[in-house]
């Protein structure tokens, strides 16, 4: 037997969790928890006894002994930006998840559960590639606005997983590839990784890129002033236009895109003009992203939910592939990510970084 892991990925409604013996899965759930739960608790950090129970309780169901495990993972949350890599829950870094330091989010859980869990069991705990993973480059920070740097949050535990896949595959270094990898989800994220490090992105969350399912991308900022200060919208409303309501929400009124497809199927043509616009879109990051690398693109992966989609793959590759071959990898599998970055360093192939 391997390297035995309890990995821990909080949602807002939900908590994953598996077991692995190394990188082989020996069972996983998505533990659910109704609206009625969650609102019981004022804030996130509040939610972490009622999470950990029910993990301790469902790996009890399972008849598995918790003290046979050598580490555990967890998602790292929005923490201060930090380069790549697995990171040890230090003191410092539990009181930055608790705090939000740069957000108030579910995944904050992840290295805060996975250290309560391991603690008293003397095994270490970790977190690996939080999405404010920040490896930019310093001219990539230049927004045209001092007090409006651009910052850089993405799809960073994904997107880091399947370079390093793809390099794996083809037997050499992430560290001496030139990728863009491109994370199709509910949110969009296109990144330039130049010799193992992200030196640009477009922000996922809330302003660059593509739209997305969920997201507005980037949006005529005048008009957006406009909008800011018409005495229409509230700020939370403004800021729910482009995060959750926007993209193929605003447009389709699904956040699906099996949903836009058989609108698409069905005859609907203003379903089909948002699709091609979403994949022109990302065509034109790809295309952007190629010029931070030079040009010298060795592969493009695509990565996501959508990755599954063959229309949309095949319409972003006849638009990009004159860039550099294709390699796509459906769908997202965070919790072998997060398995394989505290393998890494239990087993003494690379060192955990201090946060």
Known sequence: MGKLSLIINPGSTSTKIGVFDDENLLFDETLRHSTEEIARYASIVDQKDFRKDIII????????????????????????????????????????????????????????????????????????????????????????VPELPRVSIFHALN?????????????????????????????????????????????GLDGDGCFSPERAGAVPVGALVKMCFSGKYTEAEVYKKLVGNGGFNAYCGTNDMRDVDKMVENGDKKAAEVRDAFILQISKNIGAMACVLDGKV??????????????????????????????????????????????????????????
């Open 298 to 355: 060795d592969q493009i992966v695509v990565t996501g939910g959508i990755a599954y989609d063959k229309y949309v793959v095949a319409e972003l590759k006849k638009r990009c592939e004159w860039i550099a071959p294709f390699t796509v990898y459906p769908g997202e599998d965070e919790l072998l990510a997060l398995a394989q970055g505290g393998l890494a360093v239990v087993t003494g192939r690379e060192e955990a970084k201090k946060y």
């Open 57 to 144: 309780n469902f790996l009890k169901d399972k008849n598995f002994d918790i003290k046979t495990l050598d580490f555990v993972v967890g998602r790292g949350g929005m923490l201060k930006p930090i380069p790549g890599g697995t990171y040890a829950t230090s003191d410092e870094l539990i009181e930055d998840l608790k705090k939000g330091v740069s957000g108030q989010h579910a995944s904050n859980l992840g290295g805060i559960l996975a250290r309560e869990i391991a603690e008293p069991l003397g095994i270490p705990s970790f977190i690996v590639d939080p999405c404010v993973v920040d490896e930019l480059m310093p001219i990539a920070r230049y927004s045209g």
């Open 159 to 203: 997107q880091k997983a399947v370079a390093k896949r793809y390099a794996k595959e083809v037997g050499k270094s992430y560290e001496d590839l030139n990728l863009i990898v491109v994370h199709m989800g509910g949110g969009v994220t296109v990144g330039p990784h130049k010799k193992g490090k992200v030196v640009d992105i477009f922000n």
